[in-house]
């Protein structure tokens, strides 16, 4: 699981720094970068904070931080065929502008 980068790419896309988004989560710039780089796991109250912040459900950004280690052995082929397709539908309803 990559919940961290999976926290830092959407807090950069929505154009969003470190610092600032430390402060909206209310917590320290380190921390936050701990978060990001996955060296800290958040705890669940701080990751639905976060998720909000970021405008996401929260089971979004659990679905989109899991990686191909997450998923048991007979349903790795299945990971591998849905997960594309799967993460860009998320990233056009939650990602992307819609005014582009």
Same mark, same amino acid.
Do not use: H, W
């Given at each position: ?18 610092? @600032?988004?430390? &402060? ?7 921390? +936050? *970068? #701990?978060? $990001? /780089?996955?060296?800290? %796991? ?9 998720? @909000?912040?970021? &405008? ?7 679905? +989109? *931080? #899991?990686? $191909? /280690?997450?998923?048991? %052995? ?27």
């Amino acid at each position: 699981m990559n919940i961290g980068q999976v926290i830092k790419d959407f807090r950069k896309q929505k154009g969003i720094k470190q610092g @600032e988004f430390a &402060e909206l989560c209310q917590v320290s710039q380190t921390y +936050l *970068s #701990l978060i $990001e /780089s996955n060296q800290k %796991e958040p705890n669940l109250s701080l990751l639905k904070t976060i998720a @909000e912040q970021l &405008e996401i459900p929260l089971p979004i950004l659990f679905f +989109l *931080s #899991l990686d $191909e /280690s997450d998923v048991p %052995e007979q349903k790795k082929e299945i990971f591998k065929i849905l997960e594309p397709s799967l993460k860009e539908l998320i990233a056009q309803i939650y990602i992307d502008d819609p005014k582009s």
